[in-house]
């Protein structure tokens, strides 16, 4: 269906309706729920571009073009589901004809979730001044709020959020480690090797729930420290690898993706299976998809940033060794990775072989991560995307 469509636009010449611009909004959303090997939806992409951007220059009425920028910024199976339910609020709102009562309650939604959000950020910023009091954390930065959105951004329907919580304190703690991190602590992180124990232990506290993957917790410390400490070494013996394919190899493990996944679904799915848990240790092609989106997206945008310090050797520095290329050159086969990336993932997506919320999560993660790495590094220079964290936790919807 959509390839006949598409055809009677790629052969249409002159000016375009409304309708069909929303037609080509909606055939260029489809074709990035797309596999490898699709050419179809391939070429559905590059054409709808290009036509979508030519489309910008022209008169538009404001809200179809706030449609186009949006579409051409993020295709809609890449959005984090609560900031794109935030902004159809007010789409919706404005349009001629509309449904007052879904209206308001997608608005008594949307206000009910907030107040739990900021309950939640309220537990959690007292867990973290009590940790902040015991360890020296100035070395640090303090993201609170920022690593609760990166969380709810995955899980983030009422009923989970105890596993936000959760999720939220075992994330910072591992944050917390930072690069200073070495086998030996010296003596003044070792209360920051204590905190993240502690927390470690706290949420074994599952076990009480009758949640019998608890143990799972400490093997993913212990897994992240050991590539924390792998990126360690490259820095200091100023190590650049040979190829892209040998940084992540290490370098995804570290970016904290697999961890979210798995804690998020273990915590938050009390049936998971066993099977499910070793699956994901297995680094399947979903969770590494999501890696990679988070960990090469995060060096495009950062690489500059970075290098002006000492820093470890990003992927962007290896595709430069690897091709002889520039920054620029480098970002832009980094990209292409990452597009592959996305549809590995969609392919484990569609297989269906994982029980649903488990593989509707991890996709989650990787909309998440897109989000916070799309221009910029939202996480470390996150004033970029303070409208969103407003309108996420002060600004309630007006009834």
């Not at 636009?9 to 611009?21: A, E, H, L, T, Y």
């Not at 009422?158 to 999720?167: D, E, F, H, K, T």
Request: charged share 30%; proline share 3%.
């Amino acid at each position: 269906m959509y390839a006949d469509v598409f055809e009677k636009f790629r052969d249409k010449q002159g000016n375009i309706s409304s309708d069909d611009v929303s037609c080509l909004l909606m055939l260029y959303d489809a074709a990035h729920v797309r596999t490898h090997g699709e050419e179809i939806l391939d070429d559905m992409i590059t054409f709808n571009k290009s036509r979508l951007q030519s489309l910008t220059m022209k008169n538009l009425e404001p809200e179809l073009a706030e449609e186009v920028r949006c579409t051409l910024e993020t295709p809609r199976f890449r959005r984090v589901e609560r900031v794109e339910a935030r902004r159809y609020i007010s789409v919706y709102e404005k349009k001629a004809v509309h449904d007052g009562t879904i209206l308001e309650f997608a608005k008594l939604d949307y206000n009910i979730l907030q107040a739990i959000y900021c309950d939640e950020l309220k537990e959690l910023t007292i867990w973290w001044k009590d940790l902040h009091s015991k360890t020296d954390l100035s070395f640090a930065r303090d993201r609170m709020v920022e690593i609760h959105f990166w969380i709810l951004g995955t899980i983030y329907e009422p009923y989970y959020s105890y596993s936000r919580i959760v999720v939220t304190k075992f994330n910072t703690a591992i944050e917390r480690w930072d690069e200073q991190t070495t086998e030996e602590f010296p003596a003044h992180l070792k209360p920051l090797l204590i905190g993240i124990l502690d927390t470690t232990n706290k949420i074994e506290e599952l076990k009480l729930e009758k949640n019998r993957h608890a143990e799972v917790v400490k093997k993913l410390v212990i897994c992240t420290a050991k590539f924390y400490h792998a990126e360690v070494n490259w820095h200091d013996e100023h190590y650049v690898p040979a190829t892209v394919d040998e940084h992540l190899e290490k370098s995804l493990r570290s970016s904290v993706c697999m961890q979210i996944i798995i804690i998020g679904v273990l915590i938050s799915l009390r049936d998971c299976r066993e099977d499910d848990v070793n699956w994901a240790f297995t680094f399947p092609k979903l969770i590494r998809g999501v890696s990679v989106v988070g960990r090469v997206g995060n060096d495009i945008v950062s690489h500059e940033r970075e290098q002006a310090s000492e820093h470890v050797v990003s992927t962007v520095q290896t595709c430069m060794k690897q091709y002889g290329i520039t920054a620029e050159q480098a970002n832009e086969k980094l990209r292409v990775i990452i597009e592959e990336a996305w549809m590995d993932i969609v392919q484990d997506y569609l297989d269906q072989k994982r029980p649903r919320e488990f593989l509707e999560k991890s996709v989650d993660v990787a909309r998440t991560m897109d989000f916070f790495y799309k221009c910029d590094d939202a996480y470390t220079l996150p004033l970029s995307i303070k409208d969103t964290i407003t309108l996420m936790y002060v600004n309630p919807c007006e009834l």
